[in-house]
């Protein structure tokens, strides 16, 4: 398994959009569920955004409506589309794998449980 590597942060305006990307060798993508997070310093980290096994997917109610999770057709790569940015978007996001099914309590507790995470990449809004 190869660690997944985010990139695409960087410094928006509030009201403005990004595509974060994560790169996810094959073994890592296939027959896992996938999810963005994200974590403010001081802050848990919390679950976003997700695609289950069976293609389901799920968003938190903080980011429903503004955040689109995507993936490539060969899998290997999953995409957080943001738009709408808020001030309060700033963060570290992170993507992970979890091998099977994702776990009911993804958003809160994600962090115990997915099992691959890349190194993060940061996201600043300015207002």
């Known amino acids: 398994q190869v660690q997944p590597v985010e990139s695409g942060g960087g410094s928006v305006q509030a009201g403005g959009s990004l595509r974060l990307s994560c790169t996810m060798s094959?073994?890592?993508?296939?027959?896992?569920?996938v999810a963005w997070f994200r974590q403010i310093p001081g802050r848990e980290r919390e679950g976003l955004a997700a695609?289950?096994?069976?293609?389901?997917?799920k968003y938190a109610d903080s980011v429903k409506g503004r955040f689109t999770i995507s993936q490539d057709n060969t899998k290997n790569t999953l995409y957080l589309q943001m738009d709408n940015l808020k001030p309060e978007d700033a963060a570290t996001y992170y993507c992970?794998?979890?091998?099977?099914?994702?776990?009911?309590?993804?958003?809160?507790?994600?962090?115990?449980?997915?099992?691959?995470w890349g190194k993060g990449t940061l996201v600043t809004i300015s207002s």
């Open positions: 094959e073994d890592t993508a296939n027959a896992n569920s």
């Open positions: 695609i289950d096994t069976d293609g389901t997917i």
């Open positions: 992970a794998a979890h091998p099977g099914r994702l776990p009911p309590n993804w958003i809160t507790h994600g962090v115990y449980h997915m099992d691959y």
